[in-house]
């Protein structure tokens, strides 16, 4: 089983949609945890991060964290064909073990 | 203020030549991070500094990698006699350290190894 795991997608949506991104990890010690957006040929960029469990919001984003059952998410609002690119989960323990998905690549069609 | 930079950007060499990559992380980041990503592939982690401690490295496919970080700020990966396999995005990451942990992406350099 893989430490961290992602649906790679790809996954449609109109624009205007609420997109739900979710993840699997398989290690308790993981206390960290973020989302990254990476458009085509760049760096991913850090879009939120939290170590709790619980909501945390930011704009049109949402991380959900559920560390009883290991599952994180990212909601998007109002999606925009902006927002299409891969979005990578990753956690990590400390500093000790970080850990990224293989990324589910969204397309939001105008 | 000023994100990772990376350079070059753009890399195409020959099979069995030697390529070093640079990283300038942000200023302040105590921790770096070098990443490769095949193409349509996840995040492979290659080798992790802190600080002053001794790096880890484990994640290094082979001995023809190595890299440093100097003056725990600019790190430089070296790929020796390089192989049609190692084409791929090299990515670096630096990160605050202390109790924080999120890592901050440059935007790579994509190296073609033909």
């Known amino acids: 089983q893989k430490e961290v795991e992602q649906d790679p997608g790809p996954l449609s949506v109109p624009e205007g949609a609420i997109v739900s991104l979710n993840c699997t990890y398989s290690?308790?010690?993981?206390?960290?945890f973020m989302w990254y957006r990476q458009y085509s040929r760049k760096g991913p960029e850090l879009l939120m991060y939290t170590y709790s469990s619980g909501n945390k919001e930011d704009g049109r984003f949402t991380a959900q964290v559920d560390k009883s059952s290991k599952y994180i998410s990212l909601f998007i609002r109002d999606s925009q064909p902006s927002d299409s690119a891969t979005y990578l989960c990753?956690?990590?323990?400390?500093?000790?073990?970080?850990?990224f998905g293989p990324g589910t690549r969204l397309s939001v069609l105008p | 203020g000023a994100g990772v930079s990376q350079s070059p950007s753009n890399k195409v060499t020959e099979k069995g030549k030697d390529v070093e990559l640079r990283c300038d992380p942000i200023?302040?980041?105590?921790?770096l991070y070098w990443y490769r990503q095949s193409l349509g592939q996840g995040l492979e982690f290659l080798i992790y500094f802190q600080g002053n401690s001794a790096p880890d490295k484990s994640g290094l496919p082979s001995d023809r990698f190595s890299a440093e970080r100097t003056g725990g700020s600019v790190s430089t990966l070296t790929i020796q006699r390089t192989q049609q396999e190692d084409s791929a995005v090299y990515l670096c990451?630096?990160?605050?350290?202390?109790?924080?942990?999120?890592?901050?992406f440059g935007p790579g350099t994509r190296l073609t190894v033909t």
């Open positions: 200023s302040g980041h105590t921790a």
């Open positions: 990451a630096s990160s605050p350290g202390g109790q924080s942990y999120e890592q901050y």
């Open positions: 990753a956690t990590d323990n400390y500093g000790q073990n970080f850990v």
């Open positions: 290690n308790s010690a993981f206390q960290y």
